[in-house]
């Protein structure tokens, strides 16, 4: 470390916890517990994600400047000393309060239970360090301004950006609109969690359709195009709406939250078709948050927008705000819900502490975002000495990315776990199952025998940045999976990559792949291509239905045992069942 390094460890302790290391506004590593512990969607303390940043970094916990904690909410949930979750429901319209918010917020900052944090601080060596608490929606915030690919630091009014978060919530607010400008942060509204779209809405119509809340909500999004919003859409509009008095704020309709709506949703939508239920939620959802949008972008001024929070995981309103004639360029960050927080926390407490002192901060656009850690083929052997199988053989490759994608060509069914993993929600080649996108059998065998799931959720493609134009509408470089497209297709009718296109309404949420960013998947696709012509192929997280994306070789292993993949490159090994 330099005399003028400035590393900040961010923490988030909550929903999707997970931890990450930047140095002077670099992120080095960036971890989510699931990916560690394999319990998807894990909230509390994450100590393997805190430990593991330190290893992929080679950084020495001594040299932390500051820690940088998300969000005042207690880990995991209720604690003795946060307020009680039941007054919250039962007083929960004062959450519409100014200073309701602000009494809640000052009573969880001094209440904040540090012990945990700080035991780790002390294993690691890290001491005499503060700890910064970084608000929620700030930590949103902070990771789509301060990751975003445009400069921010010259007086160009154009360089001004507009930030938008939304998500179920966080410390009493679920979505905010701020003004970014040489490179501070200025919120000018905000929704409060009475007001959430996920809580007051988008989850709760997940459940009513018995799905699995805080989790399958991208589930009705690919249910939405098979159903007809029309049966449905005025009542859905009764739910929540933009609030009449402020156009950059929402307003919950209902007069309810969470679990407390359900009955009024079952009395609203009772003796409508599942499928036209959430082809009515998602058209609303795309309605409302286009005009907060565009509401914003009006009263600002401002047409270049930095977006992050859960609800912009979903690709198809995503889709929307790109092609919206007001906005002149968009960028929604990879992981947009909370597990970015943890670069979030860290990227704001960076700053706040260069503040402090003085000095101006980085900004480090983003680039690839393969933050996490990679095992070497000594640490792969072990794990296959540890996990013998009768029936596998395991075979070493120089050349295993090339030898791979000519087992595509042949029809064989991959998953590929190497190199770093991945940081976000989406499988971009590190951590994926991969198949011939051109042949529809596919969907079937791996919805059922593999990741077993829904069948009416559709795959996405990898494609070759520089065969994008081939398959994309309107093509641009998509490296992160998060931007829904429409797709071209070879007569007017029949789909170009059918098995990776929704099959009703001709959309795609591809990875454009761009060799720099990752040499050896992108050799892979080129080996695929060189005996097919085909400069894509389907690409699906490798992990089973109900388990988060696998991390390690171990988890590899147990996955690709518990599955009917024909094999699986783990480093320079390609292990097949016989």
Request: with cysteine.
């Amino acid at each position: 470390m330099t005399r003028h390094d400035i590393i900040v460890l961010g923490i988030n302790d909550g929903h999707d916890a997970g931890a990450a290391l930047i140095r002077n506004g670099k992120v080095l590593a960036a971890v989510a517990e699931e990916r560690l512990n394999n319990i998807k969607h894990f909230g509390g303390l994450p100590e393997l994600s805190i430990n593991e940043v330190f290893k992929v970094s080679k950084t020495d916990p001594s040299d932390v400047s500051l820690i940088a904690l998300v969000s005042y909410d207690p880990p995991g949930g209720e604690n003795k000393n946060a307020l009680s979750t039941k007054l919250i429901w039962k007083y929960s319209p004062l959450l519409h309060s100014d200073t309701f918010i602000r009494i809640y917020h000052n009573y969880r900052k001094a209440h904040r239970n540090l012990e945990g944090i700080n035991r780790i601080a002390r294993q690691l060596g890290i001491t005499n360090v503060e700890t910064m608490l970084v608000e929620h929606q700030t930590s949103h915030a902070s990771v789509a301004y301060r990751s975003a690919p445009w400069g921010y630091y010259n007086n160009d009014s154009t360089n001004q950006t507009l930030i938008l978060t939304a998500d179920g919530g966080g410390d009493g607010l679920s979505s905010t609109v701020s003004l970014g400008s040489k490179g501070v942060i200025k919120r000018i509204a905000s929704s409060s969690y009475y007001d959430s779209l996920g809580n007051a809405f988008y989850t709760e119509i997940t459940r009513l359709l018995g799905l699995k809340p805080w989790d399958h909500e991208n589930k009705v999004m690919g249910l939405a195009p098979y159903g007809k919003a029309e049966p449905c859409i005025e009542k859905m509009r009764r739910i929540i709406s933009i609030d009449p008095h402020n156009p950059l704020c929402f307003k919950n309709m209902m007069g309810d939250l969470g679990i407390h709506l359900q009955p009024k949703l079952r009395e609203l939508f009772a003796n409508q078709r599942f499928d036209n239920i959430a082809a009515a939620a998602q058209l609303h959802l795309e309605e409302l948050v286009k005009a907060w949008v565009i509401n914003a972008v009006e009263k600002t001024g401002l047409n270049k927008i930095a977006c992050a929070g859960g609800i912009f995981l979903n690709v198809k309103l995503n889709k929307l705000l790109r092609e919206a004639p007001e906005i002149n360029e968009v960028f929604i960050y990879p992981a947009p819900d909370d597990e970015g927080n943890a670069v979030g926390a860290a990227l704001e407490g960076y700053c706040e502490y260069c503040k402090r002192d003085g000095l101006r901060p980085n900004h480090v656009p983003i680039s690839e975002t393969y933050y996490g850690p990679e095992y070497d083929n000594e640490v792969i052997l072990q794990a296959l000495t540890r996990n013998p199988h009768s029936d596998w053989r395991y075979d070493f490759y120089n050349d295993i990315d090339g030898y791979a994608g000519e087992l595509l060509a042949k029809g064989k069914i991959i998953a590929r776990c190497t190199n770093r993993l991945e940081w976000g929600p989406r499988a971009l080649g590190n951590r994926s199952i991969l198949a011939d996108p051109t042949e529809t059998s596919t969907i079937h065998r791996i919805n059922f025998a593999i990741k077993q799931r829904d069948f009416w959720m559709p795959f996405a493609p990898s494609i070759l940045e520089d065969r994008a134009k081939d398959y994309l509408v309107d093509d641009q470089f998509a490296p992160y999976m998060i931007m829904a497209f429409d797709t071209k297709s070879c007569d007017g009718e029949r789909n170009l990559i059918p098995a990776v296109v929704h099959p009703y309404d001709n959309t795609c949420r591809p990875h454009t792949v761009r060799k720099s960013w990752n040499t050896g998947y992108y050799n892979l696709m080129k080996s695929f291509e060189n005996m097919t012509g085909i400069g894509a192929i389907l690409n699906t997280s490798f992990n089973l239905h109900g388990f988060p994306m696998v991390g390690t070789p171990e988890m590899a292993l147990w996955t690709f045992r518990n599955s009917k993949l024909d094999s699986l490159l783990l480093g320079n090994y390609l292990i097949s069942k016989r």
